[in-house]
């Protein structure tokens, strides 16, 4: 809808930070349809302007590429000069009292916003002055286009300014000039060299060097993320008591993975350098020593910082507006298409083998339980050789003779749905044929070395059944099962696949293009239909941190 919106980007270790270190992006998203929208003339004029702790003292300009400092104080008290770019501390020394101007070739500094200050003999600033330095620090991107076979290939070649070829990662994005304009005024060069040095009003915050030089630093309050985790803790039921030394076990069917840990002397676990995409499912189980499973198990919840409230004026460019609603006059007569009748035939595809086909000793998929033509649980347990059914529990022979002949664990969708007694058997606390026959896709037996994925209680072997839609109704189970969590974490979100759509202002977009060693890559699309000329733009970092930027033009004409 239209609209405010706010995007915002941060890591765990900013936790704590004032929200004006967090990236934020404001958007506005137009309606072609709505004419009350406010227009206004962006303006591209770069604007810098100090804060109150500018004094008289000092006074700083660029005089031909060399930068002209001067100290107005005829104060003979030992003085020092510091000059910064981004925190990276470029000159610190002391200023000789019979000097009044010092000059600095431009080529010293690294591309950015200049935070000159002068400090007394504490240390204590005096005055400061900010300006910009543009420099030839950054990676230099060409690229040649060749029109073959109606596709327009894109040929980019990346270098340093040492023109040494190099490598990196950025995104590209073509559009049609003919029905939009890009605004380039706005890229990641100005951003991370300019913009992200001022976040109040463009007011100079983010850096407090003079307490840095005495010693006197601020740590981030939260911790440095090796990658995606899941943590929680581990206590008694009765006494709440911490419990160390713990097995905690995860498991996820969709990624194929499984591991365990152990809890430390305050109960608390953490699986930590994980990769998985939202909405995957993990069943965690803890248990004691003997695995015993009357513990309290908890998940920490992903934590978010306050969403602040987003108080800006509606505001978007007129050049913008009027493209919109000349886009929707030129298109508007082909919103609606009447296709004929498709019919597509396939043949069924079978699913992908999960881990615990992969590890289980005997696997049973739906055709085979099928062909056992059992009516319930109990009946097709029964039918499978090397089981032997007592009531409601089951003994795998061959399983482990450490164990006697303890019964079997019995899992669905992943979660154990029995415990131990104090001796050590296990004992089954369900009836088997709360299981829905008919929603079980497959069945896998655990007898050896394999069943470690189950932690302690695997011992004695596992029955895994896995339901076609994996939405067992674990109410049905009288136990109240305190030591398994079934979770859903945030992940991260994977990228739609870019399509080409006729009549789009976007010819081709790529958010991951990546050059060999060569520093050089290759993209091709689709020629559009609307011939003339088309914008490509380019946003990325090298692997040495140098910024990626370029915005160019191609033309394609009819052949």
């Known amino acids: 809808p239209e609209g405010n919106y706010s995007l915002r980007a941060y890591t765990t270790a900013m936790y704590g930070l004032s929200h004006d270190f967090f990236f ?83 080529q ?114 939260g911790f440095i993320e090796w990658g995606q985790a899941v943590s929680g803790k581990v206590k008694n039921i009765g006494n709440k008591k911490a419990v160390p030394d713990a097995q905690v076990n995860i498991l996820s069917l969709q990624t194929m993975y499984a591991t365990s840990t152990t809890t430390d002397k305050n109960g608390i676990f953490s699986f930590n350098g994980m990769d998985f995409p939202d909405k995957t499912e993990f069943v965690v189980q803890a248990y004691k020593a003997k695995g015993k499973n009357n513990v309290a198990l908890t998940i920490d919840e992903d934590n978010f910082p306050t969403v602040d409230s987003i108080d800006w004026p509606v505001r978007i460019d007129s050049t913008i507006i009027e493209q919109a609603k000349q886009y929707n006059r030129m298109y508007d007569n082909i919103k609606t298409i009447q296709l004929a009748e498709v019919v597509i035939k396939g043949k069924k595809t079978k699913k992908p083998a999960n881990p615990y086909a992969a590890m289980a000793d005997i696997s049973f998929d739906s055709e085979k339980i099928s062909n056992l033509n059992a009516t319930c649980v109990h009946e097709l347990l029964r039918r499978i050789a090397g089981l032997q059914v007592i009531g409601d529990n089951v003994i795998i022979r061959g399983a482990s003779s450490i164990y006697g002949k303890s019964f079997a664990a019995i899992a ?13 058997t296990a004992t089954s606390q369900f009836d088997l044929d709360v299981i829905d026959l008919f929603n079980v896709e497959r069945v896998d037996i655990f007898k050896s070395g394999n069943s470690v994925i189950w932690g302690a209680r695997g011992g004695n072997g596992v029955i895994s059944f896995t339901t076609k839609k994996g939405n067992f109704d674990y109410s049905k189970i009288e136990e109240v099962r305190y030591n398994t969590k079934v979770i859903k974490p945030l992940g991260y979100v994977l990228p739609a696949k870019f399509s080409q759509q006729a009549h789009s202002p976007l010819i081709y977009w790529n958010p991951n293009v990546n050059t060999d060693e060569t520093g050089e890559t290759s993209i091709a699309f689709s020629i559009p239909a609307t011939k003339g000329y088309y914008s490509v733009i380019v946003q990325g970092v090298t692997n040495d941190g140098l910024i990626i930027y370029k915005a160019g033009e191609i033309v394609c004409k009819d052949l």
């Open 24 to 106: 934020k992006k404001d958007i506005f998203i137009a309606s072609p349809v709505k004419a009350e929208n406010k227009a206004y003339k962006h303006s591209v004029a770069q604007r810098f302007r100090s804060n109150d702790e500018v004094l008289p003292p000092l006074s700083a300009e660029w005089k031909n590429d060399t930068l002209r400092v001067t100290r107005n104080s005829r104060d003979t008290l030992p003085q020092y000069l510091l000059i910064h770019t981004r925190g990276i501390v470029q000159y610190l020394e002391e200023w000789k009292w019979d000097t009044k101007t010092l000059l600095f070739p431009k």
């Open 108 to 221: 010293n500094f690294s591309s950015g916003v200049l935070q000159v200050v002068l400090l007394d003999n504490n240390y204590s600033p005096l005055g400061q002055k900010m300006l910009p330095c543009v420099n030839d620090d950054h990676a230099h991107l060409n690229f040649l286009v060749e029109n073959k076979d109606n596709l327009l290939q894109i040929k980019f070649i990346l270098t340093d300014n040492h023109n040494k070829n190099i490598s990196g990662n950025f995104s590209v994005s073509v559009t049609d000039d003919n029905l939009t304009l890009i605004d380039t005024t706005k890229n990641i060069r100005d951003y991370l060299l300019f913009h992200s040095d001022f976040v109040t009003d463009e007011t100079w915050k983010r850096y407090n060097i003079p307490q840095i030089i005495k010693g006197k630093m601020d740590k981030l309050p």
């Open 412 to 424: 669905v969708d992943g979660v154990i749905l029995e415990s131990m007694n104090e001796d050590g």
